[in-house]
């Protein structure tokens, strides 16, 4: 594969040829920066999806899940500042009428530079962007913009209005009146408001002790400006968050906790450490006293793929004081200093978030790979998506040799026995190895063919897509075998 750039657009073609990513409503030319996730996708997502859940919830017994609503009291984002703060700095070019964001901009530009061998020029660059839009001096960044003669990619001049604001969310309207700012309510940009305003339910009805956290997993939306990175950055999307409730004082401690425990989680699926690193943030959001990047090396370059913030008690203090009822939670433990009791207090909340469509592309374009296979006699190759199995979205697949003498209806008893543990496929058109090669594609770790033989002994072959490795084995030992594996 010649660059980053082909390599993305083959991995695209790839999710949409093999049933993972489909434009959405595709047959009216598509919705820009809207996805929709086939038979393959879903399934990988779904995997994804639990295997998150399972390790922050089922695995600890300090962190709850919940599944709030989406809509919520249009005063929940006054209170989260959402409404007042949830801007990006944006600039248009007056000749192309493009409408950019400004870090975007400045970074794209610091990756040309890079790419020139300028690493210290772009370098620089970035790190006065950086100081800049910490001070929110919009001015200073425009004259950075131009003086550098950052220009447009569509018209290619450095004609640029001010810099402004722009709003990311979603607003519509509830109820049968339209018109009325009273009906106005938004898609949520974020999961984390659901658990901020349930958190004193959850304490309370579960008992729950601080530290402890809430975790779930819902759609967020976002009217992002630059969207065309495929699922990297859409305006409909899924979060994994979880926000972690702790006593003041002890944030940063927990704070460096969840950053390592985050990281390994990503290691522990067979991620290479060499595609993650850290980004500390000099920049903060308003509600934040540390926050940091867990980056991932996309095919787009290194990017963000999980936040981890201590996001102080600013946003259960705000619910107190926008809906007039305590956010507190009493803690009956014993504080040595003092030797009472620490009494009533707002919880701090340390945040994990991570964009679930990140995490699959993470997933998928690390999977991805181009064989060659020739041979001095035959030319060959395959693509083959080399997942964790636990994420496949078919485990195992079943390919009688032949359409009768009986092997199909083996084949099938296997798939029936298989089938409570884990996702199993029945295939029986074309020759074995062109069944193979698709199975490759789709990132099955293993295929079992039903031949002659198995008539005689119950053994059949098990074919691993990694290794291409095959070995006969007793149909009765399948089972076990791929759920070890799995
Ligand atoms: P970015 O700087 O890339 O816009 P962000 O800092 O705004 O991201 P957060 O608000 O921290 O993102 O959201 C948490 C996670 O949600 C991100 O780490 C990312 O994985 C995911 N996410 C955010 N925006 C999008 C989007 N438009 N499409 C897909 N995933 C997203």
Redesign the pocket.
Known sequence: MANDTQLFQAIISHAKEYGFIFPSSEIYDGLQAVYDYGQMGSELKKNIKDHWWKSMTQLRDDVVGIDAAIFMHPTTWKASGHVDNFNDPMIDNRDSNKRYRVDHLVEAHAETLKAAGKEKEAASLVTAMESLLAADDFTGLKKLIEENRINCAVSGTCNWTDIRQFNLMFATEFGATSGEEDNKVYLRP?TAQGIFVNFLNVQKTGRMKVPFGIAQVGKAF?N?IVARQF????RE?E?MEMQFFVRPGTQQQWYAYWKEQRLQWHLALGLPAEKYRYHDHIKLAHYADAAC?IEFDFPIGFK????IHSRTDFDLRQHQEYSKKKQQYFDNDVDPATGKPYGNYIPYVVET???L??MFLAVLSHAYQEQDLSTPDKQDSRVVLKFPPKLAPIKMAVLPLNKKDGLPEIALDIINTCKQDFRCFYEEKDSIGKRYRRMDALGTPFCVTVDYQTKEDQTVTIRHRDSMQQERVPIARLRDLVNEAL
């Open positions: 974020e976002r992002e699922v990297f950055r859409m999307f979060q990047d963000e793929l999980e936040g978030s991570i964009g469509d990140r």
